[in-house]
Every structure is written in C-alpha cells, then in structure tokens.
C-alpha cells in the first residue's frame, strides 16, 4: 500500500526531501547485511510505499509539493533532479507569488486538494497521507491544518499522520506560540496522529551525537531523515522473512493510538553518530535496548545524557543514591510503545524490559501497548539499530509551556489584530486553549 506525502511551507518541502533521498539510499544501499533476495524485497516494499515508476526508469517521489513561494520549491525540485537518482512529479507542486508572512491565518487553497487526489489516482492502493509541517510558521502550520481537515473529509477512511516541527523555545517568529496552538487544536480534531520532533531536541544531537560545530537546518533536517526513515522503511510482518508489512500507517496507528484522547507522538533512535565515529564503534542488541528503555522512562531524546536515576515507580527497586522528594514524577509514563529493530542477529534482540507494566497506564495491558518489528536488513550505514515511537507524557512539558506562552500573550491581546483580519476570532483562540488544555490534563493522568 502507498502512502501520499504532502510537504508543506519552506519547513515540510526541505525536510521532504531529505526523507525521500534518505528512503532511496537506504533502498538501494549495498550494505543491506542480508540476501540478494531479501535485500530485493525491502527495495520493492519501500518502492511500492513511497515512489511510482515514470517512463524513463526514475523513481518519482508520490509527494506533493506545496508552498506560497516558489523559491523552496523550485530548490526541493532542482536538488532531486540533479540527483539522478530519483525526482518530484512534473506537476506536483503548487505555489503563489506571496508568501503567509508567518500568519497562521492566511493563504488557504482549494487548488491543492486537486493536486493532491491525481496522486492518490496513480496508488494502486493508498495506506494514507504523511503531510510534513512546522507548527510555528503560516504556511505550514495555518495550511497544514487546513488540508488536513480537508483530507478527513475528502478520505475520511485514509488515515492521516501529521510530522509537526516543534518550533525552538527560544523563538522564531513573534507569533509562534499562537501559530502553535491553533494548529495544534485544529489537527488534534482531523489528523489520526501526530508525530512531533522538537527543533531543540534535534539540534542538540547534531551538536552531541553527530559531531557538527555549525549547525545548519540541512543538518537538522538530514538527523530527521535519518528518524523517520527508521519508522518507515519496510519491516517484517508476523508472516515471517521477506513477508513486509502492507500498510505501514494502519499498523503504526493500531498499535500506538488505542484512544483519540491520544495522538502525540514521539521518535527516539539508537545509535546516531558521524560516520567517522561509526567506523570505530560496535553494538549489542541487549546494550541498545538498555539504553533505549532508560531514554523512554527518563524522557531522554538521546543516548547522551541519560538520567539513569529515574526508575518506574511500581519497579519495587531501591532508589540509586540520593533522590529528590519529586523525583518519580520525571517518570514518563507511556500508552504504547512500539519497537522497531533492524540488522544483524535480530531474532536474538530480548525485548523483554518493555513489557514491564510499570512502563505503561493502568488502563492498558502491555500485551496491548507493547509491539516490536524487526527485520535483518540493516538501516542504512547501522549493523544494528533501534527505533522507538512512543505514545507517552513526554510532550507535556513542551506543550503547557506553549499554551501558558500564548496564554500570556492572549491576556494582553497581543498581535490579534493579525489574526482577526482574516477571521480568525478570539473565540477560535479560546476553544484551541480549552482542547489543549483538556490534552495536557488527559497525558497528566496517566
């Protein structure tokens, strides 16, 4: 089954592109560590899920490309064609001579939802649509809502998953924190999930784990990739070898979103490094999934930095030294977790640690809200790595610092002119606060 993806603004059309290529690299990597056969069948799977063949034998990229101006995108199209390797539609693409001027509320088309369903005609069968965005700019954020909503009542039986660009906490534009939560409540109402990277998280992995002095949004963008490549790429079925999953986003959805509650979602990878570091470096799966369980319980986005105090509160374990009175409540709690393992010796990897109930919500067993997939092929340059999504507490920080920001802003009527213009009431402003504010207080509970 295929899935549509839909780039959005400067943020969803760059970041993009670095998913396809890294989609086609891996594809068409040689150092798969598995069989010629095996290796044809995950090059296959991936195809079927992500490109469609043109006449002339180049992978076209089932995406379409949207921005209000059409400088990114003729850069997005430009890059892939010179790669050779694989390209954009010739008509994929739309854009306007003016930009959204970071207004959530402006620039709203019709014309795109045209594109989009001559791209869901070439599917022979459509798992969904990935629509990629940022959260705190206009086009990605007021449009992405908008399509969004479009696409649930235009396919309301294909599922939608949403890859939002939290905005850094030190800001980017003024008025990022209302763009935040309109978009925000507005996708809580029409996406099936929500699959959220923090711009702070990923900047410090480029700085920690990838070695990078200078860090650029391509690099940025490219450790994005790298993670949602991980999630996406072809994996066993419970069929056994060279059976891959059908329908990536239904299995995704199935196993991480058990309530509409709740739908934010998470991705954490091990290990990520520079390729120099990688020459020099081997890994155990017991060693990975140690580490990778302590990020999830601490809420750490990378395997630098570890707080390997905290301990599931139900664990029965003593606590490690000395340990403040609130300490418990660092503790992430999930809903569902799935673990997704790739390369050598995979059938050998004890997922054991996961199953915990300490780990998860009173309300779900972890028969249910734990699941693993695995296949021998490596991912990309990694004998073995190890993805985690992650349906847990761990974006309740971020998000009540957003709401009580905009919050505070709002109080004052800060800026509303610019939204009012357009239509956009204090009283949209004020049903985001209230659904948000329900979200927060629902992740609290667990």
């Known amino acids: 089954m295929s899935i549509v993806t839909v780039q959005l603004g400067?943020?969803?059309?760059?970041?993009?592109?670095?998913v396809f290529d890294a989609l086609f690299n891996d594809s068409h990597c040689s150092r798969g560590l598995c069989s010629k056969r095996e290796n044809e069948a995950?090059?296959?799977?991936?195809?079927?899920?992500?490109?469609s063949e043109e006449e002339n034998g180049v992978p076209v990229a089932r995406a379409v490309l949207v921005d209000m101006e059409p400088k990114v995108i003729n850069q997005t199209l430009?890059?892939?064609a010179?790669?050779?390797?694989?390209?954009?539609?010739?008509?994929?693409?739309?854009?306007?001579?003016?930009?959204?001027?970071n207004n959530w509320a402006y620039g709203h088309e019709e014309s795109i939802m045209?594109?989009?369903?001559?791209?869901?005609?070439?599917?022979?069968?459509?798992?969904?649509?990935?629509?990629?965005?940022?959260?705190?700019?206009?086009?990605?954020?007021?449009?992405?809502?908008?399509?969004?909503?479009?696409?649930?009542?235009?396919?309301?039986?294909?599922?939608?998953?949403?890859?939002?660009?939290?905005?850094?906490g030190t800001g980017e534009?003024?008025?990022?924190?209302?763009?935040?939560?309109?978009?925000?409540?507005?996708?809580?109402?029409?996406?099936?999930?929500?699959?959220?990277?923090?711009?702070d998280a990923v900047h410090k992995i480029c700085v920690k784990l990838m070695n990078i002095k200078q860090v650029s949004f391509c690099d940025i963008n490219q450790v994005l990739a790298h993670q949602l490549g991980s999630v996406f790429q072809p994996t066993y079925s419970g069929e056994g070898l060279f059976h891959y999953r059908r329908n990536p986003l239904g299995d995704l959805m199935e196993n991480l979103v058990p309530h509409p509650e709740f739908k934010m979602l998470g991705v954490r990878n091990i290990p990520q490094m520079s390729e120099n570091s990688l020459a020099y470096s081997t890994f155990t799966w017991a060693g990975l999934l140690k580490h990778l369980r302590q990020m999830l319980i601490s809420n750490a986005k990378m395997e630098e930095g570890i707080d390997w105090q905290v301990r599931p509160p139900l664990s029965g374990l003593p606590p490690l030294g000395k340990m403040s009175v609130n300490k418990e409540t660092h503790f992430n709690t999930s809903i569902a977790n799935l673990v997704i393992l790739r390369g050598k010796d995979v059938q050998s990897a004890d997922v054991g640690a996961f199953k915990d109930p300490a780990l998860y919500t009173s309300w779900l067993e972890p028969v249910h809200a734990f699941s693993v997939w695995k296949t021998q092929r490596a991912f990309r340059k990694y004998e073995k790595s190890a993805a985690?999504?992650?349906?847990?507490?761990?974006?309740?920080?971020?998000?009540d610092m957003i709401v009580g920001k905009a919050w505070n802003m709002f109080a004052s009527r800060a800026y509303l002119h610019q939204y009012t213009k357009f239509g956009i009431e204090e009283e949209d402003f004020l049903d985001s606060f209230t659904l948000l504010e329900q979200v927060i207080a629902s992740y609290c509970n667990l």
């Open 78 to 80: 430009s890059k892939a």
């Open 114 to 168: 045209n594109l989009i369903r001559k791209e869901v005609e070439k599917c022979e069968s459509l798992s969904g649509f990935f629509i990629i965005m940022s959260m705190a700019g206009g086009t990605g954020s007021g449009l992405g809502a908008f399509v969004t909503q479009n696409l649930q009542d235009q396919y309301s039986s294909a599922l939608k998953m949403n890859q939002i660009i939290w905005p850094y």
């Open 10 to 18: 400067q943020c969803g059309n760059q970041i993009g592109f670095e």
């Open 173 to 199: 534009v003024i008025v990022q924190n209302y763009n935040s939560i309109l978009t925000l409540s507005h996708l809580y109402r029409s996406s099936d999930a929500l699959l959220v990277h923090e711009n």
């Open 42 to 51: 995950y090059q296959a799977s991936c195809k079927e899920r992500f490109f």
């Open 388 to 399: 985690l999504v992650s349906n847990s507490q761990s974006l309740v920080k971020p998000l």
């Open 82 to 101: 010179c790669s050779g390797r694989w390209k954009y539609g010739q008509h994929s693409c739309f854009c306007q001579k003016q930009g959204s001027g």
